[in-house]
């Protein structure tokens, strides 16, 4: 065996065989996957169930067409207990209950805990009420509404749960191997074993980014496998192999930033310790968890300078919305940028001994 | 061809102000078991590793097999072999996977490896991790990590601090049989018995620079005392170290 693949199996079975960094490695940005993905899953495309009581003039009379427009947005259900349907309704398993008091008086009871759906409800019956106003007149109709959807806008839970948790799994992984490698090498004074061994520097160099790169790919694969089946429903646009090399930028970053605080830490708690300060704030900033539209506008230009919001972008573009080189190639040429230049400080702040 | 395995000129040393090795030269002897005595602090371990050619030295000169250990020359490595004063591991591995690993960095077999292993009297904790290894047998598998490409050259770094008398004892015979074969050692070491029953001559160091070398029983002889002990202790005096 040679140098390089004989220092790769070392570091593949050391991280293997280290439970805690195959949890926090591999099992929890996917259990996050998996969580977070049944949690949101309902969001945006969900209907609400609204329970129709007796006979409802303007519901029973709609014809097939608005019927089948209609329950894109909810379900209609008929029942003849009120009493039964209003007490689903406080325990929250239907939207809204609706019956006609008197011919021509509606009568919406909707809960009040979740006011989007809430809205929503009250909107739609109030709707069909005012269009069979109009209808009851004879006359047309003075002001139409003409709409559209916008498919870019709309982005289901997992097409953003998927590029972002994915990002920083990989945020993790690199630079967590890196920092550990570098300190507890040093630590234990394997660097400089290794120096009095006849192989080149480039072999502990190689090993380390090989390793890296070949989990960030089991990470890819694994991330890409959850996310498309049919439950989670993700799927994958004509450029999502971009993420491939996007991955492997990312991943030169990320294990710069690792190499970095290996340098100015002498033991693995004290690495952890940064590591955890400075991946898990960029993670937030970056969108891995919830979207960044829903953090303070000033946070945003300090956003901008974190590589993984980039990378999470870039994911999201080629997985998700089908773009292309146009979006992956600057980040990736950022990402190496940044990579050679904290790799070009860790360099300088490098030190053979722990002080 | 000089038979002089070792010859260091002129060596020095500092760090910021402090001397650390401050005009060294010795030469060691193809075959030669020699040690290097101090007290802490004396920089043994620094000059060890300036030898090594792990450091560039300040001044002086280390010639290897007549060969300059500074700079780095994957040639000449190949012919060293060291053991450094902590156990340098790799994470999570069994002693098998450990020496097997050293092994294919010297271009050295796993049969070459396993039959080091079974050298060393390991073969039964082929299986273990070294976290789990007694301190002697931690011990016995960095040396024999050190020794699996066969060199012409060793050195070891204190390798029987911390052991208990049997593990030392055991050690002791390991090292004389590597000396044995013919090989070069050279060892740092506190343990004066030790230094005065295996080697052939040893250099007393304090404040960075070498008091004397010689045979043991010739340093005991020119002092008049009783044994390597009171030579260190005359050449060295009594106070405390750091």
């Known amino acids: ?355 | 061809m000089t038979d002089a395995a070792i010859t260091v000129e002129g060596l020095r040393k500092r760090y910021g102000d402090v001397r650390a090795v401050d005009g060294v030269s010795l030469e060691v002897v193809s075959g030669e078991f020699y040690g290097i005595l101090g007290p802490n602090g004396a920089g043994k371990t620094t000059t060890l590793e300036l030898i090594e050619g792990l450091r560039e030295p300040d001044e002086g000169t280390v010639r290897l097999l007549g060969l300059p250990s500074w700079p780095r020359n994957p040639d000449l490595l190949r012919r060293i072999g060291v053991q450094l004063q902590s156990s340098a591991f790799f994470e999570k591995l069994t002693a098998r996977e450990q020496i097997r690993s050293f092994a294919s960095l010297y271009g050295v077999s796993a049969d070459r490896a396993d039959a080091m292993l079974e050298t060393v009297g390991l073969t039964g904790k082929a299986d273990v991790r070294d976290t789990e290894l007694s301190g002697g047998q931690a011990q016995r598998l960095s040396i024999a990590c050190a020794l699996v490409h066969d060199p012409e050259l060793v050195f070891l770094d204190e390798p029987t601090t911390g052991l208990d008398p049997q593990a030392r004892r055991n050690l002791w015979d390991l090292l004389r049989e590597i000396n044995g074969q013919g090989r070069t050692v050279v060892l740092t070491t506190h343990y004066m018995d030790e230094a005065e029953l295996l080697c052939d001559r040893v250099a007393v160091m304090d404040a960075g620079r070498v008091l004397r070398v010689g045979r043991p029983r010739d340093l005991i002889e020119e002092l008049g005392v009783a044994n390597l002990e009171d030579v260190f202790l005359r050449l060295t005096g009594r106070e405390y170290r750091e």
């Open chain 1, 1 to 355: 065996m040679s140098a390089l693949s004989s220092l790769s199996k070392v570091m593949f079975l050391g991280l293997i065989r280290d439970r805690t960094a195959v949890f926090f490695m591999l099992v929890l940005p996917l259990l996050f996957l998996v969580l977070f993905g049944a949690l949101f899953q309902g969001e945006g495309g969900s209907r609400s169930t609204v329970v129709q009581y007796g006979e409802v003039t303007v519901l029973d009379e709609l014809d097939e067409e608005h019927l089948a427009a209609l329950s894109e947005a909810l379900v209609l259900e008929r029942t003849g207990d009120r009493e039964d349907a209003l007490e689903r309704l406080r325990a929250g398993e239907v939207d809204a209950v609706v019956w006609e008091e008197t011919p021509g008086t509606l009568e919406l009871r909707y809960s009040a805990a979740d006011e989007a759906r809430a809205g929503a409800v009250r909107g739609l019956v109030n709707s069909l009420v005012q269009d069979a106003n109009v209808a009851a007149t004879g006359q047309p109709p003075a002001f139409r509404m003409s709409t559209e959807r916008v498919e870019d806008e709309s982005i289901r839970a997992i097409q953003f749960l998927a590029p972002g948790l994915l990002g920083w799994a990989i945020a993790m992984g690199a630079s967590f191997m890196s920092a550990f490698t570098l300190v507890n090498w040093r630590r234990k004074r394997l660097l400089r074993r290794l120096w009095l061994a006849p192989i080149r520097p480039g072999a502990v160099v190689g090993a380390r980014i090989g390793v890296s790169l070949g989990l960030a790919m089991a990470q890819l694969v694994l991330f890409l496998a959850v996310a498309v089946i049919p439950f989670y429903g993700l799927r994958l646009t004509d450029m999502w192999w971009l993420s491939i090399p996007l991955v492997a930028c990312g991943t030169l970053a990320f294990m710069a930033v690792g190499l970095l605080i290996g340098a100015v830490t002498s033991t693995e708690e004290a690495a952890n310790g940064v590591l955890q300060a400075v991946i898990m704030p960029m993670a937030f900033l970056s969108g891995s968890f919830f979207p960044t539209e829903v953090m303070p506008g000033w946070l945003e230009p300090i956003a901008r300078l974190l590589p993984l919001k980039h990378l999470n972008e870039a994911l999201m573009g080629v997985l998700s919305r089908g773009e292309g080189w146009g979006t992956a190639l600057p980040v990736m040429g950022g990402l190496l940028l940044f990579a050679a230049v904290v790799a070009a400080i860790a360099a300088r702040l490098f030190r053979w001994e722990a002080k």
